[in-house]
């Protein structure tokens, strides 16, 4: 976890955590595998043959529909027939019914375990639906049978890539790029991974090809924003976020850093609306909320911060960084007794949250009750000795207790 911040607004500390790795990599796999006409295997009648090239060239001219009675006619008179269950899979795959098409690329590759277009087609279906594992198993022996088969090898990766192991994805995506998969899809992917994997000189030119491929795709844009940021050219990652939105309005990830960007610049008051769109677009990232908060409390309006903070702790009711803000807002309003009720179950969720600890120990202190004060701000320095709130609380407290040599 990064610490972004942690500051001092309006005498209150606000500690912002944000998640280390970025959430927004959309996956997607590559298509079924037709086999050409030619690829079909010929252990069949001379009119099976026909009837299943006639059923490919309709898949390959995208009428499925038409291809399936063929296909249904050629298992009524041969049932074992591994081209026609494989194709037929990709029909009922290609309508919605992968239950059906799993059933047939399993029958294809019982009659034929070294069918390598059923097994690629079948990797399809189980990455489309959510079977990273068995997806993986199943590409991994597509590869083994053929190396060079660039869907297979583009969808292995892509697994790999959702999972967050990029090491892992990167050459088999660069090695998908080199079978001849060079569209848009595929640089943006490369260029995402080598931004996770922080080789921003090498994500550049990648993520700035697939820009120029496909020049209506925010997501590169985002990126280069982000590699911007890094490196500290704020103006540049701001005009790389403001082609973006233009692009995409409902991009929060975009929009939270354009008001990461102006807060930066120290123009809160316009960051709150760029914060205010992330929060709506996507409810589910705590920081958004946070940042929103703490800009209203930057600004002084305490009860606009509380109210974002509070829908906050009604969506994250366990995560303890929730009841933390919302104690936060309390004490700025100086409602001590709530400020305290929340401190203490941000800290039953989170018992050793330096932070917390202080804010407690600083609450507890202004309500009179001096000895659980100390040992509160005693627990947090023995976490962290240099927490500059919790020593400054604990001065002041020995100074009411007339202990003046401590205090110092």
Do not use: C
Not at 134 to 150: C, D, G, M, T, W
Not at 377 to 404: E, P, T
């Amino acid at each position: 976890m990064n610490v972004v911040r942690v500051r001092r607004i309006a005498g209150l500390l606000i500690a912002i955590v944000i998640s280390g790795g970025m959430t927004f990599v959309p996956t997607t796999v590559s298509a079924q595998s037709t086999p050409a006409r030619s690829d079909l295997r010929l252990d069949s009648s001379e009119q099976t043959i026909s009837q299943l090239r006639e059923a490919a060239s309709l898949l390959e001219s995208g009428k499925a529909s038409e291809a399936e009675p063929i296909l249904r006619r050629v298992l009524v008179t041969n049932p074992n027939n591994f081209d026609a269950h494989n194709l037929l899979g990709i029909v009922l795959d290609q309508a919605g019914k992968t239950t059906a098409a799993e059933r047939e690329y399993q029958t294809a590759i019982r009659l034929n375990p070294s069918g390598v277009s059923a097994l690629a087609n079948l990797g399809v279906l189980l990455a489309r639906t959510n079977r990273s594992n068995e997806a993986i198993k199943i590409l991994e022996s597509v590869l083994r049978l053929a190396p060079n088969h660039p869907q297979a090898t583009l969808n292995l990766g892509l697994q790999y890539a959702m999972r967050g192991d990029d090491a892992t994805a990167l050459p088999l995506l660069q090695r998908a790029s080199n079978l001849g998969l060079d569209n848009y899809n595929v640089r943006y992917r490369l260029g995402v991974s080598f931004f996770n994997l922080n080789r921003y000189d090498e994500a550049v030119p990648v993520l700035e090809s697939a820009s120029a491929l496909s020049p209506k795709a925010a997501e590169p844009l985002y990126y280069l924003g982000l590699i911007s940021w890094s490196r500290q050219q704020d103006e540049l990652a701001a005009e790389f976020w403001d082609q973006a939105i233009q692009l995409r309005p409902k991009f929060p990830e975009v929009n939270f850093m354009l008001g990461e960007a102006l807060r930066k610049n120290r123009r809160t008051e316009a960051s709150i609306n760029f914060y205010r769109r992330a929060v709506d677009q996507d409810a589910t990232k705590f920081v958004y909320y946070a940042r929103l908060g703490g800009a209203y409390l930057q600004l002084g309006q305490g009860e606009e911060s509380l109210q974002v903070f509070s829908r906050a702790l009604q969506r994250f009711p366990r995560l303890a960084a929730a009841h933390y803000f919302v104690g936060i807002a309390w004490r700025a309003r100086s409602d001590y007794a709530r400020a305290e009720t929340e401190f203490r179950e941000s800290l039953r969720l989170q018992p050793r949250n330096v932070d917390t600890l202080a804010q407690l120990g600083f609450i507890v202190g202004e309500r009179d009750r001096y000895a659980e004060a100390e040992e509160l701000l005693r627990r947090a320095l023995a976490i962290n000795d240099q927490h500059f709130y919790a020593n400054y609380d604990l001065g002041r407290l020995l100074v009411k207790s007339k202990r003046y040599e401590e205090s110092l």
